[in-house]
T-cell receptor, first 113, second 114 residues
Framework: QKEVEQDPGPLSVPEGAIVSLNCTYS??????FMWYRQYSRKGPELLMY????GNKEDGRFTAQVDKSSKYISLFIRDSQPSDSATYLC?????????????FGQGTTLQVKP | KAGVTQTPRYLIKTRGQQVTLSCSPI?????VSWYQQTPGQGLQFLFE???????NKGNFPGRFSGRQFSNSRSEMNVSTLELGDSALYLC?????????????FGPGTRLTVT
């Protein structure tokens, strides 16, 4: 079993829809959670960064972390065709002394005009 | 502020050869991590360097090695290339120290081994 599980999709939605992307994990030591967006043939771009449980909002994006359920989510409101990309969740256990992120497999999202 | 840069962007090598990839982190960032991305395995952590010292290592064979220079720039080397080493190699930088763990990625080097 992988430490981080993410449904690879693909997920196809109409423009303007609310998108929900999710990851589950097994390592209770994870306390830093990130969402990255990766366009084809590009490097991952950091979208959201959260520490421990709770919600964080940035524009059309909302990240939620539920450590009790070992479950994280990314919501995209009013989705746009430019949001079409692969979304990767990532997490790590320790602060400051490790660059080791554990990634999910990524969910491919297509937003249709 | 300039982002993470990686050179070269594309590389074609033959089995058995070796290759060196280069990464320049965001100015002020002292930690550099390397990842391998393939369609089958996704993004996998190779190693991390901080203040010229390797402080974390993933589960890759010894053919994969790296180093970091005093200006925080980093290189990774793969010796005796195998077909399975074909991948996108990504470098990420981070402030390091006791800061958070946000990793900022470069565009990657796409390595093809024939």
């Amino acid at each position: 079993q992988k430490e981080v599980e993410q449904d690879p999709g693909p997920l196809s939605v109409p423009e303007g829809a609310i998108v929900s992307l999710n990851c589950t994990y097994s390592n209770s030591a994870f306390q830093y959670f990130m969402w990255y967006r990766q366009y084809s043939r590009k490097g991952p771009e950091l979208l959201m960064y959260t520490y421990s449980s709770g919600n964080k909002e940035d524009g059309r994006f909302t990240a939620q972390v539920d450590k009790s359920s070992k479950y994280i989510s990314l919501f995209i409101r009013d989705s746009q065709p430019s949001d079409s990309a692969t979304y990767l969740c990532a997490m790590s256990a320790k602060t400051g002394n490790t660059g080791k992120l554990i990634f999910g497999q990524g969910t491919t999202l297509q937003v249709k005009p | 502020k300039a982002g993470v840069t990686q050179t070269p962007r594309y590389l074609i090598k033959t089995r058995g050869q070796q290759v060196t990839l280069s990464c320049s982190p965001i100015s002020g960032h002292r930690s550099v991590s390397w990842y391998q991305q393939t369609p089958g395995q996704g993004l996998q952590f190779l190693f991390e360097y901080f203040s010229e010292t390797q402080r974390n290592k993933g589960n890759f064979p010894g053919r994969f090695s790296g180093r970091q220079f005093s200006n925080s720039r980093s290189e990774m080397n793969v010796s005796t290339l195998e077909l399975g080493d074909s991948a996108l190699y990504l470098c990420a930088s981070n402030l390091g120290g006791t800061g958070g763990n946000e990793q900022y990625f470069g565009p990657g080097t796409r390595l093809t081994v024939t």
